[in-house]
């Protein structure tokens, strides 16, 4: 059984800090990996996808990606209240068209 | 928003009984793929449609099926309803070969 491992938190963090999320995964030929963020209610939204070893960008978002590691990891600067929700870590089986996902984290930005 | 779109958006059913969720893809998308997520955890594979037909399948047993149409949209059925099918049933939808998919806004299943 193919594994994707997060901390379930809660994660609390003040308003303006960088918050990190972690993701390990079992499936060393796993190529492809995606954050998601899921509020209260709510289904998962797409925030990043990641390829190749190393940092993406995108606005307050960089994803971290070391397959050698196989850890996946997300950064979220200025950290607003609007980022609290759980964020999901999603990793496609190498091969196949399975998607195994996170329980989640839990993220609370405190004003 | 994300163009995909799923209906109805609750549903309450009782054990034994059986029910169609409905899932409607993104403009351009081919490929649906349906997720169960219970509370609390993160969302499990069901299965893929791609060209009408199954394109890989979680650990899902048999009284969950499912159909693609010829406009991409999809349908699943779980027959013989049990209490743990309780979830949030999604649907994402994708272009085969582009991995990224988008998810719609789900439909609560509680089964009593």
């Known amino acids: 059984q193919k594994e994707v491992e997060q901390n379930s938190g809660p994660l609390s963090v003040p308003e303006g800090a960088i918050a990190s999320l972690n993701c390990t995964y079992s499936?060393?030929?796993?190529?492809?990996f995606f954050w998601y963020r899921q509020y209260s209610g709510k289904s998962p939204e797409l925030i990043m996808s990641i390829y190749s070893n190393g940092d993406k960008e995108d606005g307050r978002f960089t994803a971290q990606l070391n397959k050698a590691s196989q850890y996946v990891s997300l950064l979220i600067r200025d950290s607003q209240p609007s980022d609290s929700a759980t964020y999901l870590c999603?990793?496609?089986?190498?091969?196949?068209?399975?998607?195994?996902f996170g329980t989640g984290t839990s993220l609370t930005v405190i004003p | 928003e994300t163009g995909v779109t799923q209906s109805p958006t609750h549903l309450i059913k009782t054990r034994g009984q059986q029910v169609t969720l409905r899932c409607s893809s993104q403009s351009g998308h081919n490929t649906v793929s349906w997720y169960q997520q219970a509370l609390g955890q993160g969302p499990q594979f069901i299965f893929q449609y791609y060209r009408e037909e199954e394109n890989g399948r979680g650990n899902f047993p048999p009284r969950f099926s499912g159909l693609q149409f010829p406009n991409y949209s999809s349908e699943l059925n779980v027959n013989a309803l049990e209490l743990d099918d309780s979830a949030l049933y999604l649907c994402?939808?994708?272009?085969?070969?582009?991995?990224?998919?988008?998810f719609g806004p789900g439909t609560r299943l509680l089964v009593l």
């Open positions: 994402a939808s994708s272009l085969q070969g582009v991995e990224t998919q988008y």
């Open positions: 499936d060393r030929g796993s190529q492809s």
């Open positions: 999603a990793v496609k089986e190498d091969t196949g068209n399975q998607f195994y």
